[in-house]
């Protein structure tokens, strides 16, 4: 039907209805897109090992894990979470990027405090992902993924740096907890930077030279409440109406432990213990300022760790300290942080989000901290294609996290690597160790994993015995497609996993 006007006030008069209408329209959809889009928090604690929570069976008389714990209640407990390595940075390029380390010329080791920003500009991570559609985004905590494009030169502006990667604010201690630049990043520039001048200062806990830079130097007893608190500050100027996603990354539990005066000799298992506990009393800070917020029922949590824990059975340092009291920091399996056995790479992973996760429950799946950046493109709704140079490692386990229905495993396959260079990969339930270190490094170590093994996980958890004479098809097989995804460039989706042979 055709409508003819005698004057333009009617035509006029519509429309600015019809533009009304659309406004409406277009604002509608705008806020029901935002209300599927959760807001996002990533822990990501430091050397935290697989049994050092209650939730995962540490008894309440060595540490008491109140906070974590209730991410577990209220939400999921997965029991076969893995780092894509038993150390830190590589492990926190895998996560924001969904690749594995060792596909950059990183073939061991770790970023150092002056290294270049590892991660390349032109590639994507979770947070320029989430930004992309309108998040705000932060990295607060340890970063320890370097600075600049050469030797960074911390008097002067560090760039490119998280800024150049997705993230809109960043405050950091720059490489570890105690590390020689003794100092904190505001988003480009040190903290407090007086001039380029350097001044006396001591040694590291490591034994390194401070590097004496001109700026208030951090107390170490007091970075974890003062990250938290960064944080906590973050989160409140946030507006109501765009989500966000915060990278929180504690120095805890790594060394000096350095619990505050809150947690100091509260744990039955020294100063190890209470630097579990300052952890804990972090996370609950977190958990308090999104209550707050009324934002709790919109918000994605996710909680995990970069690898296993330092496990130390003799000697005077708190670690065996903790393990002669009686904390067994990573559970039933056998190594720790640097190695390439279980002990290195399982770590806790709860995830909460009310009304979409049942709480409560455990899940078995096997999944990696690289999957990570697939499952969030799924989530908001920004799948990764398989012929984009995207999170070339990286799966969708949100079927996992929201216990809906599938038929396969998630993942046929899974590469961890140790930080002298040493791989392994697992299927189904085997387990192949390649036991070569890598071949960038001067004076490889002499230690007892270097050597090929095979190992049935379902019946040997603890690794224990090495069965690839037994079984050498298997571990020819495994061979050859570890060689496979490395020449590939990125993770196979089309096999299967081994299945279980007796």
Known sequence: MIFHYKNSLPRMLVRIASAMLCAILTIGTSMATSADRPNIVIILADDLGYGSLNSYGADESHIRTPNIDRLARQGRRFSDANTPSSVCSPTRYGLLTGRYDWRTNQKHGVVSTTDPLHIDTSRSTI??????????????GKWHLGYGTNKADFTKPLTPGPLDIGFDYHFSVPQNHGDASGVYVRNRDVV??????????????????YMGIDAPQRVDENV?????????????????DTPFFLYFAPVAIHFPY????????????????????ELDLSVGRLLDAIDRMNATENTLVIF????????????????ADAYRAGLLCNGKWRGRKHSIYEGGFRVPLLVRWPGHVEPGTLCDETVSLVDIYSTLAALIDQPVRSNENVAEDSFNVLPAILG????EPLRSSMIVHSPNGNYAI???????????????????????????????????????????DVHPEVAEQLAELLNNERINGRSSRLTTPLKHED
């Open 304 to 319: 995990t760790s970069d690898n296993g824990g330092v496990l130390m059975t003799e000697g005077e340092r708190p670690e």
């Open 224 to 240: 974890m409440g003062e990250l938290t608190t960064e944080a906590v500050e973050w989160l409140d100027r946030q507006p109501n």
């Open 426 to 468: 697992r299927s189904g339930p085997w387990k192949y160790i390649e036991g070569i270190p890598s071949p960038t490094l001067k004076q490889p170590p002499q230690r007892d994993e270097l050597h090929s093994q095979l190992y049935n996980l379902q019946n040997d958890p603890g690794e224990r015995n090495n069965v690839i």
């Open 192 to 209: 407090g930077l007086r001039s380029d001048r350097r001044i006396p200062a001591g040694k590291s806990p490591y034994g390194r030279d």
């Open 127 to 140: 947070a320029s992902l989430l930004k992309s559609v309108g998040y705000r985004t932060a990295a607060i």
């Open 404 to 407: 809906t229905q599938y038929k």
């Open 258 to 277: 350095t619990p505050s005066q809150t947690t100091r000799g509260k744990s039955g298992t020294g100063l190890y213990g209470d630097w579990i506990g």
